[in-house]
């Protein structure tokens, strides 16, 4: 079959079963827009190209699926660069197709141009530029597969107007070939697995240190069966929340800088310290391996250059490069066949009592709702079929730390970058992907101005996502660094203009509107809100002086953790 540049690419996206794409036109990406209105594709448009990588990203984060953004070349693509670049540290796996000046023009000043190789390259998983010598049908499928394998990440296809006209056979190969290529192999062997159990069963004190590399469906299934049969303790990263059900006895929840003290406690206490699928981030602040940590180490995870460095840097006793799911289903089958039974009650009860114990806590004295009161309340309104994305600052991390998360793939924050921006667009690629789920967006009123558009996607779209504002009026993270380093001079951190986001979002549409900020509204809010059926915006008015504990300062370990005024053991050892 003979078609253009554009119709391949589109023909190969159906073939590789997308079902939509995040885009916004302009003209040296129109062909393919063309070609996408011939298609049952649904073409989603948002409020600007940052929010359509982030959409893809959230239909991605949210599913096992790669999201695809589509976008003009020049300011359009540059657009894009901090959601791909997001996306590359998080190893969440999207594809952006982007128009770009005909081939003859590239490198020149025309107007709209931009070299997206070199721009892109250092934050991207892989560029592609598509020339007359291109077969496009392999370029895209080749690039949804790599995207996904491995550490997945983003990938980028640059796409020249001239060659998105260009006529060329459409071949129709089967996606699998691409897919088979990517596939990964790497299984414990036998010896391996006896290294693996034998350290486990020396360990007095094991803890399960869980991250993003688990939560595809497949992995978190895996290690929900692993722990099912062990009942190991267990912390995790951000990206790793709702792996494991956050609400059982021994599941403790985010460590970190801003970390759930029992977490952090317990990463204190561990004498094995099993981790999979995560990278040593810095906001985990002091790392095992480090002087007053010194637990033995087993590592797995799929990003070889990863483990080579934690090899070097943290010595494990143990460590495989490969499939964590993979990993997990040889561990099982070995555990199964040599009926392998861990000794660990005291540590269980150890860990149970640790959370029963230190449990979160916040200022109940105060005439102001507190973020994290709010938090609370929602926490013990969530379900399993309710999927959470966040800005970035306080909310975010208090978030991360009251919402009991009892699902993987149900929590989205923008972890490793920190993008402020985030919520809303990775709100509607988690609707799109989810759409049965209840999807709630809890936002900071500085991050929800970064990327207020989306307010007028969602109402305008129609969407029942739910999106709850916690306004404090200013960057309160931003702010509580400078209470405590800058002689708390709050230097362009504050926002006194009192905006009313809820009327902004009911001229777009929005069905349920409420800004509040009594206490006694705070719980038939939230209630009205969940069981609101469109779009529903809930704006929180909040303590501006609330601070975020525990926290760690910046270069301290978890010793150092200060629990604040609020949290106290409730419970004598
Ligand atoms: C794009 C971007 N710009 C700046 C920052 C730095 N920053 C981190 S948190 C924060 C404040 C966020 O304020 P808000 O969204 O209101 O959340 P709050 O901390 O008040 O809950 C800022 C400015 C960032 N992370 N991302
Ligand atoms: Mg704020």
């Not at 794409?21 to 073409?43: E, M, R």
């Not at 924050?413 to 967006?441: D, K, Q, R, W």
């Amino acid at each position: 079959m003979e078609l253009t540049g554009a119709e391949i690419l589109v023909k190969s996206l159906e073939q590789l079963k997308v079902t939509h794409v995040f885009g916004y036109p302009g003209a040296t990406i129109l062909p393919v827009f063309h070609a996408l209105a011939k298609t049952h594709i649904q073409i989603i448009v948002n409020s600007n190209e940052q929010s359509c990588a982030f959409s893809a990203a959230g239909f991605s984060r949210s599913s096992d699926k790669v999201g695809v953004a589509i976008v003009t070349s020049g300011p359009a693509i540059t657009n894009t660069l901090t959601a791909v670049a997001d996306c590359n540290v998080d190893s969440v796996p999207i594809l952006v197709v982007a128009g770009q000046v005909p081939q003859r023009k590239l490198g020149s000043d025309e107007f709209q141009h931009i070299n997206v190789t070199e721009v892109f390259a250092k934050a991207s998983k892989k560029v592609i530029l598509i020339t007359d010598n291109s077969d496009v049908e392999t370029v895209v499928k080749d690039a949804y597969f790599l995207a996904r394998s491995g550490k997945p990440g983003p990938v980028v296809i640059d796409f020249p107007l001239d060659a998105q006209r260009k006529m060329a056979h459409y071949k129709q190969q089967d996606p699998d070939i691409y897919r088979l290529k990517y596939e990964d192999e790497s299984h414990l062997g036998r010896n391996q697995c006896r290294e693996f159990f034998q350290l486990l069963q020396g360990a007095k004190r094991p803890l399960l240190y869980i991250g993003g590399g688990l939560n595809s469906i497949a992995a978190s299934e895996k290690i929900r069966e692993f722990n099912h049969l062990f009942n190991i303790p267990s912390i995790n990263s951000i990206m790793g929340k709702g792996i494991l059900n956050e609400s059982l006895d021994t599941s403790l929840g985010m460590l970190g800088m801003f970390g759930i003290p029992y977490a952090n406690m317990a990463i204190q206490e561990t004498d094995l310290f099993v981790a999979f699928g995560v990278r040593w981030d810095d906001r985990v602040t002091q790392r095992v391996g480090d002087p007053g940590l010194e637990a033995d180490i087993a590592y797995f995870d799929i990003n070889a250059e990863k483990v080579q460095e934690v090899r070097v840097t943290r010595k494990p006793k143990f460590s495989f490069i490969g499939d964590a799911k993979i990993a997990l289903e040889d561990l099982l089958e070995y555990a199964k066949e040599n009926n392998i039974k861990l000794n660990i009650k005291e540590w269980q009860e150890r860990a149970s009592y640790l959370k029963r114990a230190f449990q979160l806590n916040y200022n109940r004295n105060t005439e102001s709702i507190q973020q994290a009161e709010a938090l609370d309340l929602l926490s013990s309104l969530l379900t399993e079929q309710t999927k959470i994305t966040t800005g970035v600052g306080n909310h975010q991390m208090l978030a991360a730390q009251y919402l009991k998360i009892l699902q993987p793939k149900s929590f989205f924050a923008a972890s490793g970058f920190g993008t402020m921006g985030f919520a809303l667009p990775c709100a509607i690629g988690v609707h799109y992907a989810n759409s049965e789920a209840t999807v709630i967006a809890i936002d900071g009123d500085s991050s929800i101005k970064m990327n207020m558009g989306e307010i007028h996607t969602i109402g305008s779209l129609g969407l029942p996502i739910k999106i709850l504002l916690l306004n404090n009026h200013g960057d309160g993270m931003v702010r509580d660094i400078q209470d405590a380093d800058y002689q708390q001079l709050h230097t362009a951190t504050e926002r006194s203009f009192d905006a009313n986001f809820a009327q902004i979002a009911k001229e777009c549409g929005f069905t349920f509107c409420r800004k509040i900020k009594d206490r006694q509204d705070l719980e038939p809010s939230l209630r009205e809100m969940l069981s609101a059926t469109g779009p529903s915006f809930l704006e929180i008015v909040t303590d501006r002086n609330e601070m975020i504990y525990p926290r760690i300062p910046i270069g301290k370990g978890y010793r150092d953790m200060i629990l604040g005024p609020f949290i106290r053991k409730t419970l004598a050892s």
